[in-house]
């Protein structure tokens, strides 16, 4: 995710530090709450929201630390390597520290304390520290590997189910789920697979072993799905395979051009005019 798009208004901020701790219920109201602050901007951020938004208790003191979203992926990252597991930092700990913050990303406090006027410091020994090799030098290389790195290891200190886990303990109906990377998950009742995700015909696409092109407008080229019928037709394109003896196991891994939700082509079975398909 970008820098710009992680950023959020002062009172933006305020109400998502407000969510967190309702939600897990950090802070309960009344009396005091004892921020724990190093001066740099997450903690910094910690004392002035925690003073816009007045929470506190009536009993025992609490002690609020700014860790972030930014703190739980390196710490996610570092435990992975130390010793193998996934432990992330824990909104609320026996000992009664909290972490109201934990849903920001430490370039949103930065921008907070920008945008309210406040200066906080930058401990220099940072970048020394194991932490601050991870912030500085392996976090930047796992971005450039894939752009969505650290929001998965934060989904795994959370422990929220990917896309594709929820996908899988679905057990009615059926669902698609597009993993990215031009990949599509299905589930069809009890059977699950993979299929490369629908891409516009544009010109010349290449599918598998397929080349197909055309400069029909509106084409798309995508992979057969249990239902589908040629157009103008009430022939189904399993009766194609079928009729052309194509093996079940390759059947959803051939392409279909389609208009819509109607199919204009099976390459190599069913031709249309304007639309070239070859065999690689």
């Known amino acids: 995710m970008a820098r710009s798009e992680r950023l959020s208004a002062p009172g933006d901020l305020r109400a998502r530090v407000e969510e967190q701790i309702r939600r897990h219920d950090l802070i309960p109201s009344g009396g005091e709450v004892l921020a724990l602050v190093s001066g740099g901007p997450d903690s910094t951020c910690l004392w002035h ?35 193998g597991t996934a432990k992330g930092i824990k909104p609320r700990r026996e000992d009664g520290v909290v972490r109201p913050l934990l849903t920001l990303w430490r370039e949103e406090t930065e921008a907070y304390c920008a945008a309210v006027g406040l200066d906080p410091r930058h401990d220099s020994t940072n970048p020394e520290t194991a932490r601050g090799l991870i912030r500085d030098e392996i976090l930047p290389l796992l971005h450039r590997l894939h752009p969505g790195a650290e929001r998965n290891l934060l989904r795994l200190a959370e422990e929220r189910p990917s896309k594709l886990d929820a996908l899988l303990a679905a057990r009615e109906g059926s669902k698609r789920v597009d993993l990215g990377q031009g990949l599509t998950a299905v589930r069809e009742y009890d059977r699950v697979w993979l299929e490369q995700t629908p891409v516009a015909l544009d010109r010349s696409v290449r599918w598998g072993e397929w080349r197909i092109e055309s400069e029909l407008p509106g084409l798309k080229v995508r992979s057969w799905r249990p239902g589908d019928r040629l157009a103008g037709r009430r022939k189904k394109v399993q009766d194609v395979f079928v009729d ?17 939700s109607e199919v204009v082509a099976v390459p190599g079975l069913v031709d249309a005019p304007g639309i070239k398909a070859t065999r690689q």
Do not use: M, N
């Open 244 to 260: 052309a003896k194509i093996p079940r196991s390759e059947r959803e891994a051939w392409p279909l051009v389609v208009r819509g």
């Open 49 to 83: 929201a925690l003073r816009e938004l007045r929470y506190s208790f009536a009993r025992d003191r609490l002690r609020a630390t700014g860790h972030t979203a930014s703190d739980q992926v390196e710490t996610v990252l570092y435990r992975l390597v130390s010793s």
